[in-house]
Structure formats: structure tokens, C-alpha cells
């Protein structure tokens, strides 16, 4: 929920994400099959509240989260829905780029989505005032971390430096991109790409889809309990 990155290749496009968390928030369910609103979806599974951060439908639609939209925000007491429901409420629709202008978002924590829809790249935002959707050149490489856990310096730092990795690797691929999510800035366990700071706050799990053709491949890799999980469908 917290570092994102987009990768189109000659071949392929890869969505790659960091989930962090507070360590007293459960592991999700590895990815499965799940009927949300008559549509078929994969999605990795929070224990807690029922929802996600990382989901694909059928058609080979990826709909990712981030915690925050622009800048962090002040926490409200409470909220009418999860973000993660929220996610699931958008996949659940026969075109979510289309129902990102009706949802009501009103009580909702500010949060950003990053969708694939439809060979389209789109950034949705929503501030806890106001939507906002702006789409992407898809030619381009795109990476986006969480505004609730790094401030704007940080998040221009780790911009920096996955142009670096892309200026040292010109022919990227999803096992690459992996490494790169998995390794980057080990040795910085504040802000690198998997986190831990002081047993409180770590990066629980990264998960990618891979689109080849008609062919998506989901990959999880929890790295809590050291477990991995794939699978892969054909898109209708």
C-alpha cells in the first residue's frame, strides 16, 4: 500500500507494490479468487477489515492503493468504510475508471489509486475534499510512495532513485523490478523500499502482477512468514 511502481516493457506490463504496515495488523490471505459485484478478481486478502490494496479482474484490469493523496493528512476519529472496501466497491464496477466520477467518497481517508485499465494508466487521488483523476503516459516508468509514511523529500529521493536503477537497466523485467522492491536501500530501514522501523512499522509483503498478451500472472510474496504464492488466468 505504501510503493508502487509502473513498468511497461516491449512485451509486457508490470505493477509492482510494497505493503507496509503496523506489525499488530494481521498478514493478508495470499491471493485467490474472490465474486465481487458478479466479476471474477484475484486479490490478496486483509483479515481485518475484509479488503485490499491489490486486486485484478478478469479482463486484466489492476487496481492498486496507496494511503494518502498529495500530502499526510490529519486523521479524523473515525471513517465510514475502509479504503481497502473501497478498492473492492471500484473493481466491482463494469468500468472503474468510469465510476471513479459517481463513487462517494465523502468519511472516506484520503487514499491514491494507481489503475490499469484498458492499455490506460490513470492516478486517482482523492484528498478527503475533492477527486481527482489524471491519466498517464503509459510509455513512461512510474513510481509513487505513500504520503502518510514519507514526506516529499523522501518520495523524491526514491524517485531518484529508481531512475538510477532504470538508467542501469534498459531492458527491465518483473524479476528485476522484484529486486528492486525486495533490495533497494537494504540498509535503510526508515525509508528504503522494505521497511522496519523499531518493530513497529515494516513492509509485510510485495506483490506483482505481470500482463503478457492475454496471460497475467499474479505474484505474492509474504515477507513475514517467508512464503511465496502465483497464479496465473487467461483474460476474457
Excluded at 486478502?45 to 478478469?58: H, L, N
Amino acid at each position: 500500500m505504501c510503493t508502487v511502481s509502473f513498468v511497461k516493457t516491449d512485451t509486457k506490463i508490470i505493477i509492482t507494490s510494497n505493503r507496509d504496515e503496523m506489525v499488530t495488523r494481521p498478514s493478508a490471505i495470499a491471493p485467490q479468487n474472490y465474486i465481487v459485484n458478479g466479476k471474477n478478481v484475484i486479490y490478496p486478502k486483509d483479515p481485518k477489515a475484509g479488503g485490499t490494496w491489490y486486486v485484478v479482474d478478469e479482463k486484466g484490469t489492476i487496481l492498486v492503493l496507496l494511503n494518502g493523496a498529495h500530502e499526510k493528512h490529519t486523521m479524523e476519529l473515525s471513517y465510514r468504510k475502509s479504503r481497502g472496501l473501497i478498492v473492492l466497491d471500484i473493481i466491482g464496477n463494469v468500468s472503474p475508471r468510469d465510476f471513479w466520477n459517481t463513487i462517494d467518497l465523502d468519511k472516506i481517508e484520503p487514499f491514491t489509486i494507481v489503475l490499469f485499465q484498458e492499455q490506460e494508466l490513470f492516478q486517482l487521488r482523492w484528498n478527503g475534499a475533492k477527486k481527482e483523476a489524471i491519466k498517464l503516459d503509459i510509455e513512461k516508468k512510474h513510481i509513487w510512495s505513500s504520503s502518510s509514511l514519507y514526506p516529499m523529500e523522501i518520495r523524491e529521493e526514491r524517485s531518484s532513485l529508481f531512475e538510477a536503477f532504470l538508467g542501469r537497466n534498459t531492458m527491465v523485467s518483473e524479476v528485476e523490478m522484484y529486486d528492486f522492491h525486495r533490495y533497494a536501500e537494504e540498509e535503510n530501514q526508515e525509508n528504503g523500499l522494505v521497511i522496519n522501523r523499531n518493530e513497529e512499522l515494516k513492509t509485510f509483503s510485495i506483490t506483482q502482477a505481470v500482463i503478457e498478451r492475454n496471460k497475467v500472472t499474479i505474484f505474492h510474496h509474504d515477507l513475514i512468514a517467508q512464503e511465496d504464492s502465483s497464479t496465473s488466468f487467461i483474460t476474457i
